[in-house]
């Protein structure tokens, strides 16, 4: 290992059982699946600042405000993570052309258990300069483990109801429970202090969210489309950092929540040598989750947050012409519009801002050889 690398390594394997039987009624489904991820990482924070212009190797080096060492160092931090996942979904779908009285009817109803466990341990080394890749020094840097179970139960439904042979709706509801525990135990010493296990901690949330979709079919080659839905994405304990904990930190972060719009129509011309496929859409985002860090006795702790609310507004497209025999041409393409719509002083966020990493005009002409 050279110690200025830093080296990942991350296996991960799976299994999944399906079961289908077709009862006189409905179609009942059975999927059951279980997964593992291990990961192993290596990082060089010499560099690490424990105050500005400080970094770690000089804070506790000779000579340093707080010396503990003699000579010269420099210090690692090493994850080692093995999360394991268990789910059992069952699904009751209606049969083909099903009706209820001179309506179409297809429904779905079902629920779904996750079983999830975390575990993550965090340790932090220090090594004389000379040797990098010796032995640790003593006193030990001390470690951290998280042990962190995450239970899931939902229960779904949809239907789509036919009203005409051009128009029906769909119409969708999810009830989710969640339950995250987090329980850290720390090890001696100069990161993580003299060692002992923290407060536990528990969340638990209840969620319902709900879609909605008309349908109307000008033609055989026309569709007019709208859906809205909502959405979410569960919160959290968060991992304690080492040292006194600041007065003003947050043991949890929320859930973030979504608002989706859209309506859109998709068409062929010219004997369906030309598809066209556009969409207008609107998100709200609400308690935006996003990655933040805290300065502590031990340095800058990387933490989750919740930060302020987002609106993304856009139009898409996806267009495609059959020029010749085997030769496709098609477009593809968006543009958006994604801000801020309330500001958050501990994050940095003002209304107005435009979000991170979102492009605002995306495109791609190109063609296909059949």
Known sequence: LEFRRVLFRSPMTSAYLQLDYDAPFAKITSVTSRGTITGNNRVDFSGRQIRPGIPQSAFFGPGGPAPIYRVPIVSDARNELKLTKKTQELRIA?????KIGSLGLQWQVGGMFT?????????????????????ELAPAGGSAQLDAPYKEKAYFADLTLGFTPKFDINIGGRYSNTEQKSQINLRCCVIFGPGGSLQALRIEENTTTWSLAPRYRVSEDTLVYARVATGFRPGGPQLIPPGPIPPDFPFSYKSD?????????????????VSIDVAAY??????????????TSAGLFN???????????????????????????????????ARLTSSNAAYGGNSGDRLAFVPKFVSKIGRAHV
């Open 257 to 273: 929540h979504t608002v989706s719009s859209e309506i859109g129509f998709r068409t062929y011309l010219m004997d369906r040598a």
């Open 303 to 337: 933490l989750k947050g919740n930060a302020s609310d987002a609106k993304s507004e856009g139009v898409e497209w996806n267009l495609s012409w059959k020029a010749a025999p085997g030769l496709t041409l098609g477009a593809v393409g968006n543009f958006t519009n």
């Open 115 to 135: 079983d999830e466990f975390t575990a993550w341990t965090q340790y932090a080394g220090f090594y004389a300069a000379s040797d990098p890749n010796g032995p």
């Open 94 to 98: 209606s049969l083909p052309d099903s």
């Open 282 to 295: 609107s998100i709200k985002w609400t308690d935006i989750q996003v990655a933040t860090i805290f300065r």
